[in-house]
């Protein structure tokens, strides 16, 4: 993982991210990480944190999650959501196509086969990974492909839109620019992807377009959940609110209401926190 510093309000304290499969094609299941148990995936059903997205032969799935960014998992494939955490937000800031709204920490995993990420510009301080047993990569905003070859167990990186960096179990590093792929990750030679394989990044983008939409329209299934939790989140604040007030009401005399309405009116800005993630931080998961 490649992160810069965070700077979070202490009120804004992370919480497990949303994730949503919005497409599907063909045979797709999920792992439970809880029990092992594998089930079919239900179009816009809600999966927790740690399921594994699994694909058959000739099948494909499309993940929106809650930052905005979008992945399309390919054929004869298994990707983990290994670790999703995101603050707080306000569920209007979705709709914005350009940035997520609010810092995340994403780790995917995949375990074999290749996704094609399509990831939202990152807040100062957000993570985004991609690990495998052969590397991880690291990246801030961009579109790239990323594949472990059944046949040869390479792994594959091409690189459409921005900018990766590619973290090898040795703990080289190579960075990859747009229009460039590295098929051999081991010895990490680089070249120019060819307009074929451009063509095949524009199409799997058309095939994200059903995540973008769970995501930046109003209708969408994270957009909605997302509303859903922050009017839970607004109705808990106020009630708890409403108690407060009614205690201090109860066990104050006047001299003391009118200390209390002077405090009121001098609200202390909220605490930041400040969380610095050095450059050099970073975890490659190992072979499984």
Not at 182 to 201: I, L, Y
Not at 269 to 284: A, G, K, L, Y
């Amino acid at each position: 993982m490649i992160g810069s510093g965070l700077s979070l309000s202490a009120q804004s304290q992370p919480n497990a991210g949303l994730f949503t499969v919005t497409d599907i094609t063909g045979d797709v299941s999920w792992v439970d990480p809880t029990t092992g148990a594998s089930a079919p995936i239900v179009l816009n059903e809600t999966l927790p944190v740690g399921a594994t997205i699994v694909t058959a032969a000739d099948s494909s799935a499309s993940i929106a999650f809650s930052t905005g960014s979008t992945v399309l998992v390919e054929a004869d494939s298994a990707v983990k959501i290994a670790s999703f955490t995101q603050a707080p937000f306000d569920p209007a800031d979705l709709i914005n196509d350009t940035i997520e709204p609010s810092v995340s920490h994403l780790e995917l995993f995949v375990e074999k086969g290749g996704i094609t990420n399509d990831v939202r510009s990152l807040r100062p301080g957000s993570v985004y990974t991609v690990n495998s047993p052969d590397g991880a990569v690291s990246v801030k905003g961009t579109v790239f492909f990323f594949q472990i070859d059944v046949a040869t167990g390479n792994l594959i990186l091409k690189v459409n839109e921005g900018l990766v960096v590619f973290i090898g179990t040795d703990g080289q590093y190579a960075e990859i620019p747009e229009g460039t792929k590295m098929e051999d990750a081991k010895n990490m030679q680089r070249q120019p992807m060819s307009t074929a394989e451009r063509v095949e990044f524009r199409n799997a983008l058309v095939r994200l377009s059903t995540a973008r939409d769970a995501v930046t329209s109003n209708e969408g299934t994270i957009y909605t959940k997302s509303v859903e939790i922050a009017t839970a989140s607004d109705d808990s604040a106020n009630t708890n609110v409403a108690g407060n007030t009614e205690d201090e009401g109860s066990s104050n005399d006047d001299s003391n209401d009118d200390d209390a309405g002077d405090d009121n009116n001098d609200v202390e800005p909220s605490t930041e926190v400040v969380i610095e993630i050095p450059t050099d931080n970073i975890v490659v998961s190992p072979s499984t």
